[in-house]
């Protein structure tokens, strides 16, 4: 079942295209992460889902009924969404209990339904305290605790990890992640953190100026990346020049396979991962070191090419060559070849 649909989605804010006609199924129980810079549109279509704007074309269907599009607009409050935003927004002045009994339906279930989510969010004795007595960790289990009392058909965050320091970041996520798989949640997650969003997302949806590049599953978005953006937001990525020949691709640090004719002679971008390129010192080598960075059990290599193009290298910290050390390179293309046209568009691999 599709818990969500948008159907070409399109948003202005005054003379500013926010969206460019954004499509996208989540499926009921699936969690997918939207990714991407600082004003990419991630956010607009949040709250375009969850009833906070309206779209100035498309449709936007919950549970298989249309609640926003031509002549229709529902709600947020009737919408069955959740939402958790970035600072929480818990009420000060409510204790726990209250905090999550809040938009509630009073009833015979209503305490049950409580203590049901206390339980589930492991605050179980937590039910008297008030706001300020809670770490930042807790508030935000409150929060997810007070989003689903309701049984939502979708719940969205909107970076709810923000404010939190690294570690407890960590720690909160997998906790968060965990809760959600438990309650069966169907998700929407925004965020601009790749990490987050490759360990949260059984999809990954990237965005870019108002643009869906690509949904997929994370290994596809980091290893079949549909765009050259995509390739070098997620992970690091080096692009080299390849020139089709006897149905490969041939570059000056090796050759791969190609899975599609091309005309013999089309040049092609070649995507590398640092993971990917090996370095050997070598007095004949072609390859010259210009930067070495340590990152504590890696180091990471920028080299610079016969062509002039710079490339990078992972190796583990046991091999500590210093700059203008000769290198031998090569790429591994295990995962499969990924390239794109001269003029940065498809083909890819």
Same mark, same amino acid.
């Given at each position: 079942?599709?818990?969500?649909?948008?159907?070409?989605?399109?948003?202005?804010?005054?003379?500013?295209?926010?969206?460019?006609?954004?499509? @996208?199924?989540?499926? /009921?129980?699936?969690?997918? %992460? $939207?990714?991407?810079?600082?004003?990419?549109?991630? #956010?607009? !279509? &949040?709250?375009?889902?969850?009833?906070?704007?309206?779209?100035?074309?498309?449709?936007?269907?919950?549970?298989?009924?249309?609640?926003?599009?031509?002549?229709?607009?529902?709600?947020?409050?009737?919408?069955?969404?959740?939402?958790?935003?970035?600072?929480?927004?818990?009420?000060?002045?409510?204790?726990?209990?209250?905090?999550?009994?809040?938009?509630?339906?009073?009833?015979?279930?209503?305490?049950?339904?409580?203590?049901?989510?206390?339980?589930?969010?492991?605050?179980?004795?937590?039910?008297?305290?008030?706001?300020?007595? @809670?770490?930042?960790? /807790?508030?935000?289990?409150? %929060? $997810?605790?007070?989003?689903?009392?309701?049984?939502? #058909?979708? !719940? &969205?965050?909107?970076?709810?990890?923000?404010?939190?320091?690294?570690?407890?970041?960590?720690?909160?996520?997998?906790?968060?992640?965990?809760?959600?798989?438990?309650?069966?949640?169907?998700?929407?997650?925004?965020?601009?953190?790749?990490?987050?969003?490759?360990?949260?997302?059984?999809?990954?949806?990237?965005?870019?100026?108002?643009?869906?590049?690509?949904?997929?599953?994370?290994?596809?978005?980091?290893?079949?990346?549909?765009?050259?953006?995509?390739?070098?937001?997620?992970?690091?990525?080096?692009?080299?020049?390849?020139?089709?020949?006897?149905?490969?691709?041939?570059?000056?640090?090796?050759?791969?396979?190609?899975?599609?004719?091309?005309?013999?002679?089309?040049?092609?971008?070649?995507?590398?991962?640092?993971?990917?390129?090996?370095?050997?010192?070598?007095?004949?080598?072609?390859?010259?070191?210009?930067?070495?960075?340590?990152?504590?059990?890696?180091?990471?290599?920028?080299?610079?090419?016969?062509?002039?193009?710079?490339?990078?290298?992972?190796?583990?910290?046991?091999?500590?060559?210093?700059?203008?050390?000769?290198?031998?390179?090569?790429?591994?293309?295990?995962?499969?070849?990924?390239?794109?046209?001269?003029?940065?568009?498809?083909?890819?691999?």
């Amino acid at each position: 079942m599709i818990a969500v649909r948008c159907s070409d989605l399109t948003k202005d804010f005054g003379r500013t295209r926010a969206l460019y006609d954004i499509n @996208l199924e989540v499926e /009921e129980g699936s969690f997918l %992460a $939207l990714l991407g810079p600082s004003g990419c549109g991630k #956010t607009t !279509l &949040l709250r375009l889902i969850a009833g906070f704007e309206a779209p100035d074309q498309g449709a936007i269907e919950v549970a298989g009924r249309t609640v926003a599009g031509p002549g229709v607009f529902v709600p947020p409050e009737k919408r069955q969404t959740g939402i958790v935003f970035q600072d929480y927004a818990l009420f000060p002045h409510l204790d726990v209990s209250r905090n999550i009994a809040f938009g509630l339906p009073k009833g015979a279930n209503h305490q049950n339904r409580i203590a049901e989510m206390l339980s589930l969010v492991g605050l179980k004795g937590y039910e008297r305290r008030m706001p300020h007595q @809670l770490s930042g960790g /807790e508030q935000q289990r409150v %929060a $997810l605790a007070r989003a689903l009392a309701p049984h939502p #058909t979708v !719940l &969205l965050l909107d970076e709810p990890f923000s404010n939190l320091d690294a570690d407890l970041r960590s720690r909160i996520r997998a906790e968060v992640k965990g809760i959600l798989a438990c309650a069966g949640a169907t998700v929407i997650f925004v965020t601009h953190d790749q990490e987050e969003a490759l360990y949260m997302g059984d999809r990954v949806g990237v965005m870019n100026a108002g643009r869906m590049e690509q949904i997929d599953t994370p290994e596809a978005i980091f290893y079949r990346p549909a765009s050259p953006f995509v390739a070098q937001f997620i992970g690091v990525a080096d692009f080299i020049q390849g020139v089709v020949q006897n149905g490969d691709v041939v570059t000056e640090v090796g050759r791969a396979p190609l899975d599609r004719k091309l005309p013999p002679g089309e040049k092609v971008r070649v995507m590398l991962r640092p993971g990917a390129v090996d370095i050997v010192p070598a007095a004949d080598g072609d390859g010259v070191i210009t930067e070495r960075i340590f990152q504590g059990s890696e180091y990471l290599y920028r080299v610079q090419l016969p062509s002039g193009a710079s490339i990078r290298s992972l190796q583990q910290y046991s091999c500590c060559y210093p700059a203008n050390t000769r290198v031998r390179v090569t790429a591994r293309f295990d995962s499969g070849l990924v390239y794109f046209s001269s003029n940065g568009a498809g083909p890819k691999g």
